[in-house]
């Protein structure tokens, strides 16, 4: 059973736009959530972060929201721009109760058109 | 800063044969994770340490996986024997701190049984 889902496989966006990728979560025990960004044949690399205390974080041209009544979070990225073409994860831990592994989804694949 | 150093990149060996990954995590950090990529169960993860010790290795899919973490600036991922169902690429991450903090990625093994 997926406990972090990632419903959309890809998006495409076109550059200077905004592109919003979603992320649903199942385990109310998850207690802080990551977005890494991968390209192929390298590791993913990690973009932003936020703790359940919290509902936004924003770090330039990256915000993520959480909400946990709904049990989901959302990346924002603007203005998009070609080099943010890769594969965005979701991802959650619930750290704080001793579980520190990381929960993936599967991925989403966005896509910046010049 | 160097990262999380992984060899080799990749590695094509038999069935039954012997297959060992390492890693080495980023200086003066004292967690350790190992992660699966497939294309059926995307990225799962297998082990983590704390201060060299394994804290939950319950994703460890059965006894021919074994992990060590020697030192604070080595670890091994050991397959015996290895399976074609062990094709996988392998990350090692680490992290520095509490459970709110990212963990850093490698570049990974691309692990292929024939």
């Known amino acids: 059973d997926q406990q972090v889902k990632q419903n959309s496989p890809s998006l495409s966006v076109q550059e200077g736009r905004i592109s919003i990728l979603n992320c649903d979560y199942t385990n109310s025990m998850f207690d802080y959530f990551l977005w890494y960004k991968k390209y192929p044949a390298e590791g993913p690399t990690f973009l932003i972060s936020i703790s359940s205390i919290k509902d936004k974080n924003e770090d330039g041209r990256f915000t993520v929201f959480l909400n946990k009544s709904a049990k989901h979070l959302s990346l924002h990225i603007v203005p998009s721009q070609p080099g943010d073409s890769a594969v965005y994860f979701c991802?959650?831990?619930?750290?704080?109760?001793?579980?520190?592994?990381?929960?993936f989804g599967k991925g989403t694949h966005l896509i910046i058109q010049p | 800063d160097a990262g999380v150093i992984q060899s080799p990149r990749h590695e094509v060996t038999e069935m039954g044969q012997e297959v060992t990954l390492r890693c080495k995590p980023i200086?003066?950090?004292?967690?350790l994770f190992w992660y699966r990529q497939t294309m059926m169960r995307g990225l799962e993860l297998l082990i983590y340490f704390n201060n060299n010790v394994p804290i939950d290795d319950s994703g460890m899919p059965e006894d021919r996986f074994s992990a060590k973490m020697p030192n604070a600036s080595f670890s091994t991922l050991k397959i015996q024997p290895s399976e074609p169902r062990d094709s996988a690429v392998y990350f090692c991450a680490s992290r520095k701190g509490g459970f709110d903090q990212p963990q850093h990625f490698g570049d990974g093994t691309r692990l292929s049984i024939l």
């Open positions: 200086s003066g950090h004292d967690y």
């Open positions: 991802a959650a831990s619930a750290g704080g109760g001793g579980a520190d592994g990381l929960t």
